[in-house]
């Protein structure tokens, strides 16, 4: 069975920082070829696409996060990580981890990050 757990999320300051933690198992010893990706959904909002990266392709980051945000991947240790700088109010949501390849995605089930003074 495959299960993601995502973990570091956390009330901070704006201009602050977090860097958030996925754990995936049971997904076998080809982690390196599963997509994976972070997404954060907000109150009233739809989920959206943060981040994701690809084995051997890079990364990709929707425009209000570049330069502020950075995702990476250990694929020995099959987890995914989002490390997120200048934290601006509006980045507040929960946060969730995925892992897709072909027909088959799975999620963690989120990881909140509230950004407040």
């Known amino acids: 069975q495959v299960q993601l757990v995502e973990s570091g999320g956390g009330l901070v300051q704006p201009g602050g920082s977090l860097r958030l933690s996925c754990a995936v198992s049971?997904?076998?010893?080809?982690?390196?070829?599963?997509?994976t990706g972070w997404y954060r959904q907000a109150p009233g909002q739809q989920r959206e696409l943060v981040a994701r990266?690809?084995?051997?392709?890079?990364?990709f980051y929707v425009d209000s996060v570049k330069g502020r945000f950075s995702i990476s991947r250990d694929n020995a240790a099959n987890r995914v990580y989002l490390q997120m700088n200048s934290l601006k109010p509006e980045d507040t949501a929960v946060y969730y981890c995925?892992?897709?390849?072909?027909?088959?995605?799975?999620w963690g089930q989120g990881t909140q990050v509230t950004v407040s003074s």
């Open positions: 990266i690809f084995s051997g392709v890079g990364a």
């Open positions: 049971g997904i076998g010893t080809d982690f390196d070829v599963w997509h």
């Open positions: 995925k892992v897709s390849r072909m027909t088959d995605e799975y």
